[in-house]
């Protein structure tokens, strides 16, 4: 089997012109030897965005001695013109052979400044898999060098042929360089906008096992610890157990540590139950009794959770189905006064990740109850747990489940504030011209609101930032600054998700438990792209690369 750069294409299914593009690269995957190569550009994308590898060349086949053959694909109906072979389309006419001939005449050009001078073996093929060239010699093309529908069948022994033709020695030195070229030097990534929504359907699908099978087990009384890293789908499973005590008529309530979380969360949750952090189901319940903490105290959340505990609880305030998220981060006093609103033969769900405890709380006994593990993130990328787990060396090693490679984390080091500010500039930039839409970014600061160089901004340069003011509305919504960029710190961003993340302002003296948890927090956020911006002292510690900037 040939080997196919960049991968990840079999996960990610296409439509129209992509799906038939993606069938002949199944067939070039399956009948080319593993001495063959296959660079593609199906779901793949340049930084300077140009849709195809090439220009105009879908699929470039390096042989084992190195020759290249660059393949144009035309799928539908073409015209024969006295020019040669024309693809007509909804505001213009190309010409096939005019344009393979100028993209050839480029690639050759750039390969020969790259191999040093070395002058690469070079061909062509056009493959039109719906069409009979019925004028093959007025095609403007080597009819040799043309695969139409009366041949399709023979497009494997062709491209053998093509690259066996002359039987080199491989000169392995010009391979590796022709590898490195094609693969680092045209920078390909992601095709965001055919890639996200489908990634986000992949991750759905596949950590949604968790869900399934936690949901089937029975005891009596139900009490389920579910201990899982960051995208092993423990959110999905809190959505699952709350839309089936919504179907069965029963009331619900999902408590969570951070705001932002539970926010989020009432947002995609169905409607009915209830969806709190802790302290504002504190408040809401003393509220309910005509008792309105003062939260311009310096101990208001102390005296919150004092007079919430104190309360006589009647059955109006109790609920069927109790399921805690982010449970590393209670208290064992929010265990008890949780557990005491759970009605007679109520269930009770504790999800937590030891991982992303940012508070040093000790972890929670729960006696009586029974536990399931998961260590598979179907959310991050390959590179991103095989990152993590070699840097990090958690306690237990991530199993990467996603199926996307291929994303490579950037690592950008910076060694003054200033700097700093300048590359997280930088780095939005980039990760537009990468192609994600401002929505799916999100910057994550490493450090807390309060201590962030960014936080005073609503500005990077021309990026506006969307961050917390600090403030809730009369609704106890929170208040956000105008501006199309999420900004927020790993704490408050913790149990959320963005397909492109920036972990800025990453810096720190010592390695110890609490910055490898904050760095495994912030590296786990990104489900397709991730860029970290560290400091230098930091990535020393880390034994990390400045690959970019």
């Not at 956000?480 to 998700?497: C, I, N």
């Amino acid at each position: 089997m040939a080997r196919i750069h960049p991968e990840g294409w079999r996960q990610i299914p296409a439509s129209g012109a992509l799906a038939r593009e993606l069938e002949t690269l199944a067939e070039l995957a399956a009948g080319l030897p593993d001495d063959f190569s296959v660079f593609h550009g199906i779901h793949w994308t340049r930084v300077d965005r140009a849709h195809a590898l090439f220009g105009e060349i879908d699929f470039v086949v390096v042989g084992p001695t190195g020759r290249l053959l660059l393949i144009e694909q035309k799928s539908g109906f073409l015209d024969e013109t006295a020019e040669g072979l024309v693809k007509t389309q909804i505001k213009a006419r190309k010409n096939i052979s005019a344009q393979m001939a100028r993209t050839a005449d480029h690639l050759r050009m750039r390969l020969i400044e790259y191999l040093e001078g070395h002058a690469p073996a070079l061909d062509v093929l056009l493959y039109c898999p719906d069409y009979v060239v019925r004028q093959p010699g007025s095609a403007g093309i080597d009819p040799q060098r043309i695969v139409d529908a009366n041949r399709r069948e023979q497009l494997v022994p062709i491209i053998k042929g093509l690259l066996r033709e002359v039987e080199d020695e491989p000169d392995r030195r010009v391979l590796d360089r022709i590898d490195r070229f094609l693969a680092d030097a045209l920078e390909l990534v992601p095709e965001v906008n055919a890639v996200v929504g489908q990634a986000h359907a992949l991750y759905t699908r596949l950590s949604g096992g968790l869900a399934e099978w936690a949901r089937r087990i029975e005891m009596t009384p139900h009490r389920l610890r579910v201990t899982g890293t960051a995208g092993s789908g423990k959110t999905q499973l809190a959505l699952a157990v709350l839309r089936d005590a919504l179907a069965a008529g029963l009331r619900p309530l999902y408590v969570c540590y951070n705001r932002p979380l539970a926010d989020h969360i009432a947002r995609i949750a169905p409607p009915g139950g209830v969806i709190a952090t802790y302290h504002q189901l504190c408040d809401r319940m003393l509220r309910s009794r005509g008792k309105v903490p003062d939260f311009s105290r310096n101990d208001a959340f102390s005296l919150l959770e004092s007079a919430f505990a104190a309360l006589t609880l009647t059955d109006a305030d109790r609920f069927d189905v109790l399921i805690v998220d982010e449970g590393q981060d209670f208290f064992e006093s929010w265990r008890d006064h949780l557990l005491a609103l759970l009605r007679p033969g109520g269930a009770a769900w504790w999800l937590e990740d030891p991982m992303q405890n940012l508070y040093a709380r000790p972890e929670i006994e729960l006696p009586g109850w029974v536990g399931i593990r998961s260590g598979h993130n179907y959310r991050s990328p390959v590179e991103i747990v095989d990152m993590l787990n070699g840097m990090l060396n958690p306690p237990e090693a991530v199993d990467a489940g996603s199926p996307l490679a291929g994303a490579e984390v950037e690592v950008v080091v910076w060694h003054d504030p200033h700097e700093l500010v300048e590359r997280t500039k930088r780095a939005i930039t980039r990760c537009i011209g990468l192609g994600f839409k401002r929505d799916m970014i999100a910057l994550v600061t490493f450090r807390g609101r309060e201590h962030s160089l960014l936080t005073p901004l609503d500005r990077l340069g021309p990026h506006g930032l969307r961050s917390f003011s600090g403030r809730y509305d009369l609704l106890g919504e929170p208040v956000y600054t105008e501006g199309d960029f999420m900004f927020d710190s790993v704490y408050r961003f913790k149990g959320q998700a963005a397909p492109c993340v920036i972990f800025t302002e990453i810096d720190f003296a010592e390695l110890d438990t609490l910055t490898r948890r904050k760095l495994f927090v912030g590296l786990t956020r990104a489900s397709i792209k991730l860029i970290l911006l560290v400091s230098a002292r930091a990535a020393r510690l880390l034994g990390l690369p400045d690959k970019g900037g």
